[in-house]
């Protein structure tokens, strides 16, 4: 190598290195990615120390502007031209529902209504209903007819009306609810410091309870040989032994299982309302001796009462349009015994179907296959 060579190495060695250059739109698009980060960053931080997010702010100027747009550019109306648009109609029927209302509301019956029924509708208990009607009802669900209004709470409990001298503890105290319920329900509307309720006011007492009056037909131990009930009425009759029963079991309609709009078994009702059609069959459920055949009071209508003998059963079918047995006669289960009506406290046609053990009553749906 020659000395040359050597030279202008060193010499290039002792020069210092020309810094590196980068073309400008690398040097922009770094810096923009920079302040994007702390952007983000920022807007991060600002949803999390105040919980809310600056999106939500976007509908309202947009809104804003295309208000401000619409303004603008608004056309003329003119009488003789036609628009087309969409009608909205009010509904002055509408139902709330439960939670939102906070005093009772009244409710006329139409035909085909049961208190089951508007129980559901209103997401409240039949007892409820009972409980705030009880000058219409007198606790008797099958009391119910076509144009009388009742009374529905906003929620389970008692409506109760305040009268002179009431005091909330003794209120509270005789229908087993806690005066703080009361006090804190909203649509009482009540200062807890200074509760002052003025008679004829309603109240909403929340989880309250009382006792039913009994409304069911009255059954009485008979003196028949074989025979341990008897029912006071026109349509009673004197039995005989000799009869031989079988326990209840069979469905009474040509439905089975079905109830449609009527009142299932709760404690305010002890019977099922059996699904039928005016005219249609009504079967004995089991056989037995007829120990009632005929009209009877207390909303039942045309009746028919079975003694099972030796089981200790008896069944009821009320409401009947016609009777097809006598008192005193003996059935056999699947027998039918009379028709489908709506005869007695009824607001359409169905049977009112009950099952009574030892003078207690059973769930028929207990006993039914």
Same mark, same amino acid.
């Given at each position: 190598?020659?000395?040359?060579?050597?030279?202008?190495?060193?010499?290039?060695?002792?020069?210092?290195?020309?810094?590196?250059?980068?073309?400008?739109?690398?040097?922009?698009?770094?810096?923009?990615?920079?302040?994007?980060?702390?952007? !983000?960053?920022?807007?991060?931080?600002?949803?999390?120390?105040?919980?809310?997010?600056?999106?939500?702010?976007?509908?309202? !100027?947009?809104?804003?502007?295309?208000?401000?747009?619409?303004?603008?550019?608004?056309?003329?109306?003119?009488?003789?031209?036609?628009?087309?648009?969409?009608?909205?109609?009010?509904?002055?029927?509408?139902?709330?529902?439960?939670? &939102?209302?906070?005093?009772?509301?009244? $409710?006329?019956?139409?035909?085909?209504?049961?208190?089951?029924?508007?129980?559901?509708?209103?997401?409240?208990?039949?007892?409820?209903? =009972?409980?705030?009607?009880?000058? &219409?009802?007198?606790?008797?669900?099958? =009391?119910?007819?076509?144009?009388?209004?009742?009374?529905? *709470?906003?929620?389970? #409990?008692?409506?109760?009306? +305040?009268?002179?001298?009431?005091?909330?503890?003794? &209120?509270?105290?005789? $229908?087993?609810?806690?005066?703080?319920?009361? !006090?804190?329900?909203?649509?009482?509307?009540?200062?807890?410091?200074?509760?002052?309720?003025?008679? #004829?006011?309603?109240?909403?007492?929340?989880?309250?309870?009382?006792?039913?009056? *009994?409304?069911?037909?009255?059954?009485?131990? @008979?003196?028949?040989?074989?025979?341990?009930?008897?029912?006071?009425?026109?349509?009673?009759?004197?039995? /005989?032994?000799?009869?031989?029963?079988?326990?209840?079991?069979?469905?009474?309609?040509?439905?089975?299982?079905?109830?449609?709009? @009527?009142?299932?078994?709760?404690?305010?009702?002890?019977?099922?309302?059996?699904?039928?059609?005016?005219?249609?069959?009504?079967?004995?459920?089991?056989?037995?001796?007829?120990?009632?055949?005929?009209?009877?009071?207390?909303?039942?209508?045309? =009746? &028919?009462?079975?003694?099972?003998?030796?089981?200790?059963? =008896? /069944?009821?079918?009320?409401?009947?349009?016609?009777?097809?047995?006598?008192?005193?006669?003996?059935?056999?289960?699947?027998? /039918?015994?009379?028709?489908?009506?709506?005869?007695?406290?009824?607001?359409?046609?169905? !049977?009112?179907?009950?099952?009574?053990?030892?003078?207690?009553?059973?769930?028929? +749906?207990?006993?039914?296959?």
């Amino acid at each position: 190598m020659s000395i040359f060579s050597r030279r202008e190495r060193s010499q290039t060695a002792d020069r210092p290195q020309k810094e590196r250059q980068y073309p400008a739109w690398i040097t922009a698009m770094t810096w923009t990615i920079a302040f994007m980060m702390v952007a !983000l960053m920022g807007f991060s931080l600002y949803q999390y120390f105040t919980g809310r997010s600056l999106l939500a702010l976007l509908p309202r !100027l947009s809104r804003t502007t295309a208000s401000a747009t619409s303004d603008s550019t608004m056309p003329e109306y003119s009488p003789g031209r036609s628009y087309l648009s969409v009608g909205r109609s009010a509904n002055p029927d509408t139902v709330l529902p439960v939670g &939102v209302r906070q005093s009772a509301v009244e $409710y006329e019956i139409t035909p085909g209504d049961s208190l089951f029924r508007i129980a559901e509708e209103y997401e409240v208990k039949p007892e409820s209903i =009972m409980y705030a009607n009880y000058d &219409v009802l007198q606790d008797n669900p099958h =009391m119910i007819s076509v144009g009388i209004t009742l009374k529905i *709470p906003p929620m389970d #409990g008692i409506w109760y009306e +305040w009268k002179e001298g009431d005091k909330l503890e003794e &209120v509270a105290a005789s $229908y087993k609810a806690n005066v703080e319920d009361i !006090l804190m329900y909203p649509g009482n509307d009540l200062d807890i410091t200074n509760p002052v309720i003025e008679p #004829g006011t309603y109240i909403m007492i929340p989880g309250g309870t009382r006792e039913l009056k *009994p409304w069911v037909v009255p059954v009485e131990a @008979g003196d028949n040989a074989g025979v341990t009930h008897k029912i006071d009425g026109p349509g009673s009759c004197p039995i /005989t032994g000799g009869y031989n029963g079988s326990m209840p079991a069979i469905w009474p309609t040509p439905y089975y299982g079905q109830l449609g709009a @009527g009142n299932d078994y709760y404690e305010g009702h002890r019977a099922i309302d059996a699904m039928c059609y005016e005219g249609d069959s009504i079967f004995a459920s089991g056989s037995g001796v007829v120990i009632y055949a005929g009209p009877i009071g207390g909303g039942y209508g045309n =009746m &028919v009462a079975i003694e099972h003998i030796g089981t200790g059963y =008896m /069944t009821l079918y009320a409401h009947l349009s016609s009777i097809a047995v006598s008192c005193g006669s003996s059935v056999s289960g699947g027998q /039918t015994i009379g028709y489908c009506g709506s005869t007695g406290n009824s607001t359409g046609a169905h !049977l009112h179907f009950e099952v009574r053990k030892d003078g207690s009553f059973v769930n028929p +749906w207990h006993v039914l296959q």
